[in-house]
């Protein structure tokens, strides 16, 4: 007796959209559940690390500051994931973003002007997009599978800023810490509720969702997008470049965590630091498949998981949950809402094999 997968009749677009519902309900009962007998208080976890974060007015501001870049990378990925290009390294673009917008920084320390800050996002975006254009290109001319290849220069990204924050651009007057110095008023974004950390980059991050939303809905760009990723065939039939689509998807995607980077280091950061890199990039993919890879779902994905950050960061001084402990809830839920997709367009069929006898 063997088990096979028969895909089922198309499904509807409500059961589409519930299935990240309850990925999130069943992350939370049975995180729960796994918490309490490893010895932590579960049912303490699930409150403190889901709820609490809403129902604590003084915290709302952390989750717009989580949210935002999230939403940015997010909307970035699922166009490329639309287009059946698999972008994982949005975490080395986002750094890049944020090296390049540091490079302008550092270079007008000092100037005054409204410029500035716009030249940063330039800056952040091509950053970005440029290291988006390696795997592009490996891909196009070379055939290398992209999954590896963005990857892997995430984790060179990273030396990068190691590298650049204890030599060439070690702050003189850090006292020995490995930081650049902090960033020039004009090269700091503003913030917009005054007594609060919520600062330019939120309203910025729904703006860019908005626009991504209607560009991949009403344009000849989305449509082409959706049509390389869902029918290759049919693509080129309809004379749209398979290889034109990969390098557009690339620099969509690696542009925008670009520009992501660019409004986290002259955001909350001001400076370029070692922690800089804060698996944002990562966390975007799960951003992208929760919010079923549109830009408007994106949004509310978003601040699902901007939930899980803050409520984690809570969860730890509260209850004493380690600090794994939102990454944790994160892997679950990205973990039930793929199993879950699979149910829903797939379902198991029991084969019993007949012997050669019994045939007889």
């Known amino acids: 007796m063997q088990f096979k997968l028969e895909k089922r009749p198309r499904p509807s677009q409500a059961m589409l959209y519930l299935t990240p519902v309850a990925a999130v309900v069943l992350t939370m009962l049975i995180g729960g559940a796994i918490f309490s007998l490893i010895g932590y208080d579960g049912m303490g976890a699930v409150r403190e690390i889901f709820l609490t974060p809403l129902t604590n007015s003084y915290k709302w501001q952390d989750l717009g500051i989580k949210a935002a870049p999230l939403i940015i990378i997010g ?6 994931y639309r287009a059946n290009v698999w972008n994982i390294g949005a975490e080395g673009q986002y750094v890049m973003g ?4 540091t490079g302008v920084a550092l270079t007008t320390y000092g100037v005054t002007g409204w410029w500035v800050l716009p030249l940063m996002a330039i800056a952040g975006i091509a950053g970005g997009a440029a290291y988006a254009a390696i795997p592009a290109v ?14 892997m220069l995430t984790y ?5 800023i190691y590298y650049l924050v204890r030599a060439p651009w070690k702050d003189p007057m850090g006292m020995g ?33 908005l626009l991504v939303w209607f560009v991949m809905t009403r344009s ?45 280091v002259a955001g909350p950061f001001q400076r370029l630091v070692p922690g800089f890199p804060t698996g944002y990039g990562f966390t975007a993919i799960i951003v992208a498949f929760l919010g079923r890879l549109d830009p408007l779902g994106v949004i509310f994905a978003a601040i699902v998981l901007a939930i899980t950050f803050v409520g984690g960061e809570l969860a730890q001084t509260t209850i004493g949950l380690p600090a794994a402990a939102a990454g944790i809830f994160q892997a679950m839920m990205l973990f039930f809402l793929l199993a879950g997709d699979i149910l829903v367009r797939y379902r198991v069929k029991r084969v019993v094999h007949q012997s050669a006898e019994a045939r007889a």
């Not at 944020?98 to 917008?101: D, E, H, S």
């Not at 650049?180 to 991050?205: D, K, N, Q, W, Y």
């Not at 049509?227 to 290759?232: I, K, L």
């Open 220 to 264: 000849l760009f989305g449509f082409q997008i959706r049509v390389v990723g869902a029918a290759p065939h049919a693509a080129r039939y309809g004379g749209f470049s398979e290889n034109r689509t990969i390098w557009l998807a690339f620099l969509v995607s690696g542009g925008l965590a670009g520009l992501a980077g660019m409004l986290e």
């Open 177 to 209: 810490f490995p930081q650049t110095r902090i960033f020039s008023e004009a090269a700091r974004l503003p913030t917009i509720i005054p007594g609060t950390i919520v600062h330019l980059g939120v309203p910025i991050a729904i703006v860019v969702a």
């Open 156 to 160: 060179a990204s990273v030396q990068l």
């Open 138 to 151: 490996l891909r196009t001319r070379l055939g290398v599978n992209e999954i590896l290849t963005s990857l």
């Open 98 to 101: 944020g090296v390049f917008a």
């Open 75 to 80: 909307v970035g990925l699922a166009v490329a």
